[in-house]
């Protein structure tokens, strides 16, 4: 019932910054995981960043430093930071969340960075 809405993505040069958010239609409780994957065309689909419940965070080695997951309550929405973007950041980026009963998945954004 409860659905994800993702935005923020577009077109940015190398080097910009861009801020997706995934805002959930409704509360979600008893949440596992958040997290934000990426597919790029013709590629598998990898896993970004993710956050635990207590609020521990990892990320892949080819956006750490650059990357920060985070998530607002009173918002019911969860954020990807992008800085120093590079064009191999360029895929469409999903939100996913995993509750103790569901996992939610967002309808994905383009993020294109060019050189």
């Known amino acids: 019932q409860v659905q994800l809405v993702e935005s923020g993505g577009g077109l940015v040069q190398a080097g910009g910054s861009l801020r997706l958010s995934c805002a959930a239609s409704g509360i979600i409780f008893s949440i596992n995981t958040i997290s934000w994957y990426r597919q790029a065309p013709g590629e598998q689909r990898e896993l970004v960043a993710t956050m635990t419940s207590g609020g521990s965070t990892n990320y892949a080695d080819s956006v750490k430093g650059r990357f920060t997951i985070s998530r607002d309550n009173a918002k019911n929405t969860v954020y990807l930071q992008m800085n120093s973007l590079k064009p191999e950041d360029t895929a469409v980026y999903y939100c996913?969340?995993?509750?103790?009963?569901?996992?939610?998945w967002g309808q994905g954004t383009q993020v294109t960075v060019s050189s």
């Open positions: 996913n969340i995993v509750s103790k009963w569901y996992t939610f």
